[in-house]
């Protein structure tokens, strides 16, 4: 299909991420835990009843909108193995980020996201985070867009108003120190809420810092394109631009409403030795 076809991407796969996000926080503190045996840490072996249902209420739309997909699943649900294995266009799909520290433990927001990549490149995503009620969307060169559970989306900006900083979790207590000293509240999260930080009520900026070789996942790549459409600063650390793509590696993920604020996440990743 030509790029022209996925137009619509976001519009007919709102309603869907409005309803996984429901099921998720339906089932919040209600579920166990099921480990992913297969995975080698606690944070990737974490699966809930929820993550598998939340994930099935996106496929089946996508299913019926986009069937021709290559799909990018965190989980394995029954729905997978209706889409293509290779295909031009890809559907990068986290029914819940954060399921471990963030939904089963509470740490700060967690995130539905799905995101359409095109030639290897974000070209619309959306990522709802169902504890604040709120979604946000957008497609590439449209600008972005936010909605309050129940309500319309509107145009979205950043804001440097409010005191609080969202980082990634296993951030080091340095650079929380660090954020702290100066004032600022910082709050530990999934990366998915972190990629749209300044776009939140109240918060101001986002950090992610990732150690392993893999750097930032495919996935908490999907938010990056909103910040970006929204009008939010979004680099990698020490000005870097940060890759909306697939394959280019990427350690940090900086995001904020004012140049300012860039400045102080990068000396707080400086105090830590970590730039």
Avoid: W
Avoid at 28 to 48: C, S
Avoid at 183 to 204: D, F, K, T, Y
Avoid at 269 to 275: E, K, P, R
């Amino acid at each position: 299909m030509p790029e022209s076809d996925y137009c619509g991407f976001v519009e007919r796969l709102a309603p869907a991420v409005r309803r996984a996000a429901q099921i998720a926080r339906q089932l919040e503190g209600r579920v166990p835990n099921r480990p992913k045996l297969e995975e080698t840490t606690p944070v990737k072996q974490a699966l809930t009843t929820a993550d598998t249902a939340a994930q099935e209420a996106l496929l089946g739309p996508l299913l019926e909108y986009f069937p021709q997909v290559r799909l990018l699943a965190e989980e394995d649900t029954p729905s997978v193995g209706r889409f293509p294995k290779k295909a031009d266009a890809a559907v990068v799909i986290d029914p819940i980020d954060g399921t471990l520290l963030s939904y089963l433990e509470g740490g700060g927001p967690y995130a539905v996201m799905i995101g359409l990549v095109l030639d290897g490149c974000y070209e619309a995503g959306l990522v709802a985070l169902p504890r604040e009620g709120l979604l946000f969307q957008a497609s590439r060169g449209a600008g972005a867009l936010m909605a309050r559970a129940g309500g319309s989306p509107r145009r979205v900006r950043p804001s440097a108003d409010g005191d609080c900083v969202l980082v990634s979790h296993g951030m080091p207590r340095s650079v929380i120190e660090y954020l702290t000293r100066r004032g600022l509240r910082v709050v530990s999260s999934c990366g998915g809420a972190v990629s749209v930080a300044p776009l939140i009520p109240g918060v101001r900026a986002g950090l992610r810092h990732a150690s392993g070789a893999l750097g930032i996942s495919i996935r908490g790549r999907i938010g990056a394109l909103i910040a970006v459409e929204a009008g939010a600063l979004v680099r990698g650390a020490s000005g870097a631009g940060f890759p909306l793509d697939l394959d280019t590696p990427a350690s940090t993920l900086e995001v904020a409403a004012s140049p300012e604020d860039l400045t102080l996440l990068d000396d707080a990743l400086a105090a830590a030795g970590l730039i």
